[in-house]
């Protein structure tokens, strides 16, 4: 992509076709945002025509790959930059905003979250679309490198300890990768110069067993498209 506009475009088509094939297909749109600046132009995008008309909202499930465990109203919210960009400009169902409780504490909000997937999913989550950034560590979601969170097999949510960087330092939920390689579509969205070297990384040849958290991304029987701003190409 040349800029992060052409990024953000491309993602709202993708999203507005993807709504469009699940509400056909199952009756419904659940999808799993991300935190992080890059997604905001997206979101910016989304609430307003053509996009906003074109996607049944009313159908349409909002959940979050994961949180901060700080107040919704806080900054640093994944929650409150969706609300402040989308959810706020569109006239989303209440009951179709399914958000982390972080706020309460991680391993409790972790529980909260897994029963709120299990009752909407009613078995293993299959999300129609999830949104994923990566981090300068190739963290994704809040699941970081060589912590017991990413090696998670049997939870669909987790609580993330988080006392060193990237910050913000504050503890984490987050989905796991078996919900994520679960999905029909996984999404990447990343922009800046501040990304290449984590992308080449993420692109060189690799060995088994020491795998980036975003190398380890490889949907089951779906379908993963990597959206990439020029600049965090790097060579």
């Not at 560590?137 to 609580?159: K, N, Y």
Request: hydrophobic share 45%; charged share 20%; with cysteine.
């Amino acid at each position: 992509m040349d800029d992060v506009g052409a990024l953000a475009e491309t993602a709202a088509r993708l999203f507005m076709e993807s709504a469009g094939t699940a509400i056909a297909q199952r009756g419904r749109f659940s999808v799993a945002l991300a935190g992080g600046s890059t997604p905001l132009r997206l979101y910016d995008l989304l609430a307003w025509d053509p996009f906003a008309s074109g996607i049944d909202w009313k159908r349409t499930h909002l959940f979050w790959g994961d949180e901060r465990c700080v107040s919704p109203a806080h900054i640093d919210s994944n929650f409150q930059q969706a609300q402040v960009q989308l959810l706020s400009k569109l006239e989303v169902p209440a009951r179709n905003i399914h958000r982390i409780h972080a706020e309460i504490g991680a391993n409790q909000a972790a529980d909260l979250y897994q029963e709120e997937l299990r009752h909407f999913f009613g078995k293993d989550p299959v999300f129609d679309l999830i949104l994923l950034g990566i981090g300068p560590d190739g963290h994704i979601a809040s699941l970081f490198p060589g912590t017991a969170a990413l090696e998670e097999t049997r939870r669909w949510a987790v609580g993330v300890p988080h006392s060193t960087p990237p910050p913000p330092l504050v503890d984490r939920v987050s989905l796991t990768l078996p919900v994520i390689n679960a999905a029909h579509l996984v999404m990447f969205l990343v922009a800046g110069a501040g990304k290449a070297q984590i992308m080449e990384q993420v692109t060189a040849s690799h060995q088994e067993g020491t795998l980036l958290p975003a190398q380890r991304v490889n949907p089951l029987q779906g379908r993963m498209i990597w959206l990439v701003e020029k600049s965090a190409l790097g060579k």
